[in-house]
């Protein structure tokens, strides 16, 4: 059987996403990897939420470093539940990274320094 393990996002600025991850959904590193490819450096590190195995991936490329990554039309996103939407909401609202919000569906979406959306998802009770 499978089961879920990490997932990435490659990232410019390695500090600059560690600080919103950190301030925006309470991730800290878990676990860091360097080295050089044929592109030239990198570094990995892993973040988690302390409650569930899952990680999410931050790749920095120092061949990336000056240049943005085409993301597409942002059909892709992470999602992460939460217990109190109105405090998540002012949170983010007073970081300024919400890019979208639906009201019906009781959901909004911020974005991250690289421009990957996050879906914000109350907790079912």
């Known amino acids: 059987m499978f089961s879920f393990d990490?997932?990435?996002f490659n990232?410019?600025?390695l500090d600059r996403s560690l600080a919103f991850y950190r301030e925006a959904l309470g991730l800290f590193t878990v676990?860091?990897?360097e080295g050089k490819n044929d592109l030239g450096p990198y570094k990995?590190?892993?973040?988690?939420d302390g409650a569930s195995d899952f990680r999410l991936e931050l790749t920095w490329l120092a061949a990336?470093?000056?240049?943005?990554y085409d993301l597409g039309e942002c059909e892709f996103h992470l999602a992460f539940t939460?217990?109190?939407m109105d405090a998540a909401h002012a949170l983010h609202e007073k970081l300024g990274c919400i890019?979208?919000?639906?009201p019906d569906?009781?959901?909004?979406?911020i974005t991250d320094p690289d421009g990957y959306w996050i879906e914000i998802v109350p907790e079912k009770k």
């Open 6 to 8: 990490h997932f990435n």
């Open 11 to 13: 990232v410019r600025d």
């Open 31 to 33: 676990r860091e990897k």
């Open 44 to 48: 990995i590190v892993f973040l988690s």
């Open 64 to 68: 990336h470093a000056d240049s943005s």
């Open 82 to 84: 939460v217990p109190d």
């Open 99 to 102: 890019c979208f919000e639906n």
């Open 105 to 109: 569906m009781g959901i909004y979406f």
